[in-house]
């Protein structure tokens, strides 16, 4: 299928999908329960509700909430991050589809080095096979995002090195809302959710609905739809339940090729690789049950699944050059397509005792919880040598990769005083990865265990201004690909380790809010690609120490008469390697990490004046290294070389006609600032240049 032909299927699927949404909009439009406020669906929060939910985390947190979210009309959930301190985005197909999000100048490729939930549930394909995001949920269905970072993400885990992202799904909402989006590139989005609750109140449920299309900003154009169903109800006085189940597929006309030099200065929107696909289909559910057992005692299990199939069909490089990609001819002789085919599934089951008591003199808030957790990964290679658009071909690579992992964790806050309080904790993960090539029956096997100790401390020194600190010891497994070699031998890979302090202070004073952080990343090995240039194929390697320190800070100011201004910045001063180890031929000892930009900064203006509420930001990324040689001129290919710095300005503008209409927009890169987003995985990605949306939201 060529890529015209292909976008007249598209389209024609997007009158199909548009005409159902509305057939479905239709049947739904029927009387429905007023939902009960006394009706809350259990899930795992990794911070809560309110100031003093926050005010009990040894460690920074940033919260974006509903009114944030619609407001700034985020393109996805990698763009909502974009405007939050520490975070740091490597764009790539354009629209979040495939994220990449780091944290404090650790690398943000394919998230890999974070741990990311929805509702407290992983959603990386495999935990301890893949934990590259493959998949990231739709921020359409998202009402608010948590981002968790210190000794208190030892709750959850593993890979907790950056920070724990968690996106907290809409409560169903009495009635229909639709919405309707349209934008550049010939961007389309149709939304749909509706929700109730049952006679006696003690049950609900929705569905949110998504649809969604476009060319994309390269001439990479997407077909993605997701869906989601979410209820749950009393089990009496004392127990819920809740259950959602998740949909999601989406065909990206993407590749790992990106432009070369000549090509990115004549025509940055050109599609470098039309044939190359990126096709994604997942599955999900979690049931979560939550058992009060006193005012002091309550049990809160979560059981969750998910399966994600990950085709990625791409054409075989022959040659770079400056002027563009040479593609394998597909005339018979040589193989010219490959399919790099995953199948994954993930279950797990996470129980935890909250316990409240007064013991040791004080009072005292515990935790206590045991998950356990398995991966499994088909992983094919299939090849074709006489079709550009092939979807079969001769199998190559099959191998099945699975892990089996046990945790337990526990902490304990030391309530000392209304002011102070230390809570330590500790973090027990023992688990074990094998991988067997299919083909010829031989298999490897590696067991771990990892001890995580953490404590942190949360001082009220002033009405204004509150102290926490903290210090954990942080831990990412190797993965099974690169822990056991193809030829079944365990490549004796040591897991990522940190140790980690951060000490900081938050607070408002009048009008203004604020939180300061200062962080400390002290690695005693990191894996990083053990080829001169990484990218594609590259092996990986123990590199040893490596250091990531500097300082976060946010604050937001009410000026009065409808304006405030919020601005976050982030500036990592150190984020190199630490080490004399000789990798490749070459002592990186002293180098800056790939992807680490020594400042990220945002500012934003905001007026609201009754239904209307606008604001214009601004987003800066300092240069970044995209090598661990640090190279700065471009190399002929464009996959090396600094990548300059960058500013971007967004103005969005959203106004309530009513109680039931709200009418939005929002333009981007509002200056058509031209860039350089990346050069990973093999070439230029640019940034998105300017574009609009305009929509709608209706509620029946």
Known sequence: MNSKTHKQYRRAKAVIKTRLALAVVAALHIPIQTLAAEVELPRIDVVGEGEQAIAKQPGAVVIMDKDALELRQPLSTQDALRAMPGVVIREEEGYGFIPNIGMRGLNPNRSQKLLVLEDGVPIAPGLFLANDSYYSPRIERMESIEVLKGAAGLRYGPTTIGGVINYKTKKPEEGIRVTAK?????????????????????????????????????????????????????????????????????????????LRPNEYKTDPTKNPAPNDFFLTDRNSFDINHELEINDSVKIATLLYWSQLTRDYWRREVKARGADGTTFVACGGSAYCMNGNNRDFEMMGLDSRLHIGFDGFGIKNEAEIGIRLHSDKLNNRSVRSKTDPNARSGDLVTDDTQKARGIAFYGQNRFIFSDRFAVTPGLRIESYTQNRKNERNGVSGESDNIEVMPGIGATWQVAQQAQLFAGTYKGFSPAMVATAISASGVDQQLDAERST?????????????????????????????????????????????????QGLEGAMGYDLGAGWSVDANATWVPTAKFNSTKIVGGIDRNGNRLPYAPELTANLALTYKAGGLKTSLSATHTSSQFVDPENTKPESIDGRRGEIPAYTTLNLNTRYSVSKQLSVFGTVRNVLDKNYIASRNPDGIFPGAGRNFEIGMSYKF
Not at 198 to 222: H, K
Not at 240 to 255: G, I, L, M, P
């Open 182 to 258: 349209a934008g550049s590139h010939d961007y389309q989005l149709l939304g749909l959710d509706g929700g109730g609750t049952s006679s006696s109140g003690e049950a609900i449920g929705g569905v949110s609905l998504v649809t969604s299309r476009g060319d994309g900003f390269r001439n990479n154009g997407f077909d993605m739809n997701d869906a989601v169903l979410k209820g749950g109800m009393a089990l009496g006085d004392k127990q819920w339940v809740s259950a959602k189940f998740t949909h999601y597929d989406n065909e990206v006309n993407t590749s790992y090729v990106g």
């Open 500 to 548: 980690n302090f951060e000490i900081g202070v938050r607070g408002t004073v009048r009008r203004l809010s604020y939180e300061a952080t200062a962080f400390y990343m002290d690695f005693s090995n990191q894996i990083i690609p053990q080829s001169e240039s990484g990218g594609v194929g590259a092996t990986v390697t123990n590199a040893g120490e490596t250091l990531n």
